[in-house]
């Protein structure tokens, strides 16, 4: 099939514009224009598929027909659990002709199984008060009748539109200017995600200064990316920030990449990307299997320019490392490009200095002294304070404290209206992040929620979490998660550990760990840990980030399989 396909060009015929559009669909008519479009890849780095902006145009209003034969009214909300695949950018923009509302979401049976994601599923619909849901053939089969509203599946609607004559754009209605666009939820740090209405307002704001100001976009420029759609990064970032600065970009599921991130390396070496994102573990993942490979491709990686990066704290050793390890294969260190953003934003609200290198200071917290990674300066039209949660005063510089943010891609509200989003008279939102500001740039240390109360003391669980790692590395990332719990009327500390099923098996390796791990939390915070292990890997959220609060959620409610305490010697 490779070798009937053909990757769209890197360099365009028609003038690059930088997302001064209205809307998604004016968006893609200029783009169309051209002959750059989407790219699609396997796990073995073999083309499969292939969809420029001209046909992505003419396929996705013949599928807008298809969707209008189903009887869905104006304004309707559909879920799409969402795939890297040429049909998903085709439904999700036949909504955008039709004046349907899209609410992508991602397929994840982790902790609990399919019970608990058919449970969140429920939720989902019942908040966004969808009228279908559209997936793939496997997932719809998976599902089976569990849900509530009927199931339609990507290829049959793609197969069926193409029996249809392309439809004149009369025929149609198209969002406006003043529209909604879509639905994003949140990552998933919790089993609740949240859904806000981005509008195509948001999209252009938003877009536009990224573009311009945060990757001053350049005809030359090709992206790759491997983040899934139903994440902002993926679909913002890349799916729409692609249609609105007409540029061709190379993807990879977010699962095969996991399987094989080389492939990453490897692809973007061969069509010279200059621009890709990936939170901090797929950098870290990525060193490390070719750190390990017995057989190293050659890469030529000169061409990456912007090396987006963020979605956790960011360490500048592990920046260092991995400049280090590809260096010889053109990387440059000051292609690193660390940036803040949130859902509740639209996308991004700061973003560093391209062609400088990353900004690092060193976080001062009750505990420990750790070097840290600047998230950058705010865009254009975007504003960042730091208040004293108890207070509300403004902080001064370096001093540590909740984040709001200001501009004018920001959502006041959920939409369910269920949990409203804490804002204040100015016109800020608070961000659920601390950290603080240093001659205008943003430094983040973690998430208030993820602040472990005992005795009055505040202790980060990333503090804790970081400096475990520093002494004992071979822990691995994202294997352990310091949580709270309540013990006997008290706020403890307990230590999630995800072992491989070899460390499960030594049962003297774990009584070691745990005392080892206990020791060093006394020395660090001068607080008892309960250690508890399990086999089960600990969850994410989709930007790969540690989703603590789904962890410590899965622990109480019993989801998850202890099969060793360091209190209980289970």
Known sequence: MSSELVVTPTLNSIPIRH????TTTEALAYAAG???????????????????YKQ??????????????QGFSRHDRLIFIAETSPDFLLLFFACQYLGLIPCPIAFTVNLGGMPAYLE???????????KAIISSQAIADAIGKSVSIPTLVYSDMVHQAQQLDRPELSALSPFTADEPAYIQ??????????????????????????????MKLRPEDRSFNWLPFHHNMGMIGFLLASVYGQRTVDCLSAENFVQN????????SKYKTAITFAPVFGYQFAMKKYAESENKPSLDLSSLRVAGIGGDLISPDMLKMFSGCFASSGFNYQSFLPSYGLTETTLAVTTSDVDQPPVIDTLTSELIQKPIVSCGKAL??????????????????????QIWVKGPSI?????????????DNEGYIYTGDLGYLWQDQLFISGREKDVIIIRGRNIWAQDIEWSLLQTMPQIGVNNIAAISINQQQEERMAILFSASEELAADHNQLQQLATEIQNLTRKIAGVQARVLFTTQKLPLTSSGKLARAQAKEAYLSGNMVIIYDSEGHI
Request: charged letters at 20%; zero cysteines.
């Open 380 to 401: 254009p039209g975007f504003e960042v304070k730091i208040i004293d949660g108890a207070t509300q005063a403004k902080l001064s510089e370096r001093e540590i404290g």
């Open 56 to 69: 992505m145009q003419a396929q996705s209003m013949r599928v807008a027909l298809q969707l209008k034969q």
């Open 261 to 268: 991130p080389l492939i990453w390396l490897e692809l973007m």
């Open 411 to 423: 959502i006041t509200g959920y939409i369910d209206d269920q949990a409203p989003i804490e804002s």
């Open 19 to 22: 997302g001064d559009f209205t």
């Open 185 to 214: 939820f949140s990552s998933g740090s919790t089993t609740h995600p949240k859904g806000v209405q981005i509008s195509q307002r948001d999209l252009h704001t938003n877009i536009y200064a990224v573009l311009r100001y945060g």
């Open 120 to 130: 969140k599923l429920d939720r989902i619909i019942a908040s966004s008060q969808a």
């Open 34 to 52: 051209g002959e750059a479009g989407f790219n699609f890849f396997n796990v073995s780095g073999e083309l499969t598929g292939v969809l420029d």
